[in-house]
């Protein structure tokens, strides 16, 4: 039976609901079509204003933007307490455009949103040092989508999004989520990441996120991956900083506390959507009879976690992934304040399962949780 019928409220609303009003611009990063604009529609129908809206994908706003002065910009603002800026990076000195509208305008509420932090970043967060919160919207989380819904009902849709993901349009129109995952892996992967840094070989690109794709949730060597594309190292390193940055794949540290017997070094690689990774190699075979199923619900169950944690206003979680030089491993460690936890995602239930004895005899007063389909409310805070 299908359970959503409309679009979702988003949780990050309550955190604009915090910071908003405050004298900063507030900067909306995440890839397209995670719902950005659904967020700030959610948001500006509680305001008790007219907003105005602009988009840099329309050309003439384009226009608009590249040539600005101070007095051209309060012919844009005009009378609007709130005036949002969408795909604000394609603005050039878009770092400049938001701090002469922060400085110069400050009873305005301005939102900007973005789906590069690597050009945002570039672009945007040194001119508007001092002047903005950034905040970071991800694929839509378990809580988000089934609020009010019981644990057996949600159980029940967990196959369809270890195959298909959490992208909104994907769980909206579950019947069509094959072809428009494949649409939107194509246009955003193969289009827009590719764009942002005139990538001069994007067979090279495509090669590595396969690579990736079938690496998921695991350690990764950039020796040995620069080794079998038969490429320089730095080459490497520097195309999955852009996946990165560009809201593909998402790289955990190693937790250590200087214990000689710990791995300090290596970072495990998670997606952070499994349908964009099951697009990557186009594997969209049922969960009930994958081989890989362990590997989509440790990517799914850490993504879930990373998502809850960074919804809540005040978020202090930093995570990361344990393993010792013999080889015994922790899938999620998060660290708040002087508290840690301790996690491992385990698909199959028919064995009694538990956090290795190698990590809780270091940190005896880590609390530890496994993660299987029959538990897992709790820890996604659904």
């Known amino acids: 039976m299908e359970l959503i019928s409309k679009p979702y409220l988003r949780t990050k609303i309550e955190t604009l609901d915090k910071w908003a009003w405050k004298g900063k ?4 990063t995440g890839a397209r079509q995670v719902g950005k604009s659904t967020l700030i529609h959610q948001w500006l129908s509680k305001q008790n204003t007219i907003p105005a809206i602009y988009n840099v994908d329309d050309p003439e706003v384009m226009e608009m933007f590249e040539k600005f002065t101070l007095t051209r910009l309060k012919k844009i603002v005009g009378k609007s307490k709130i005036v949002v800026i969408d795909e604000v990076q394609r603005i050039q000195n878009a770092g400049l455009l938001l701090k002469l509208l922060a400085d110069n305008f400050k009873e305005v509420q301005f939102i900007a949103s973005g789906s590069s932090s690597l050009e945002i970043s570039e672009k945007i967060f040194e001119p508007l040092t001092g002047r903005h919160y950034n905040f970071h919207l991800y ?12 644990p057996f009902e949600i159980k029940q849709q967990l196959p369809f999004h270890l195959v298909y993901g959490m992208y909104p349009a994907i769980c909206r129109f579950k019947e069509d989520a094959e072809m428009n995952l494949k649409n939107l892996a194509s246009q955003y992967l193969y289009k827009d990441v590719l764009v942002w840094k005139d990538i001069r ?7 590595l996120l396969k690579l ?8 990764i060597s950039v020796h040995e991956l620069a080794n079998k594309l038969k490429v320089k190292s730095e080459t490497v390193e520097n195309y999955i900083d852009l996946l990165e940055k560009s809201f593909v794949v998402y790289r955990l540290n190693c937790y250590s506390s200087n214990n000689r017997s ?14 964009i990774r099951n697009a990557v190699i186009g594997d969209f075979e049922a969960a009930e009879t994958r081989t890989d199923i362990g590997k989509l619900w440790e990517n799914f169950m850490v993504m879930e976690r990373i998502k809850v944690n960074d919804n809540r206003i005040n978020n202090d979680c930093r995570n990361y992934f344990w393993r010792n030089l013999n080889q015994s491993e922790v899938d999620l460690v998060e660290t708040e304040k002087k508290k840690i936890r301790a996690f491992e995602m385990k698909w199959g ?7 290795t004895k190698s990590f809780t005899a270091l940190y005896p007063k880590a609390e530890t949780q496994v993660v299987t389909p029959e538990d897992f409310e709790e820890f996604c805070r659904v």
Not at 25 to 28: F, G, H, M, S
Not at 201 to 207: A, D, F, V
Not at 264 to 270: D, G, H, P, V
């Open 139 to 150: 694929p839509m989380a378990l809580n988000e989508i089934y609020k009010g819904k019981t």
């Open 349 to 355: 239930t028919f064995k009694k399962n538990y956090v």
């Open 25 to 28: 611009v507030l900067v909306i």
């Open 212 to 219: 990736l794709a079938y690496q998921v949730g695991s350690e």
């Open 201 to 207: 070989k994007p067979e090279l690109l495509e090669k």
């Open 262 to 275: 710990e791995v300090t070094k290596m970072k495990k690689l998670f997606f952070y959507d499994n349908g």
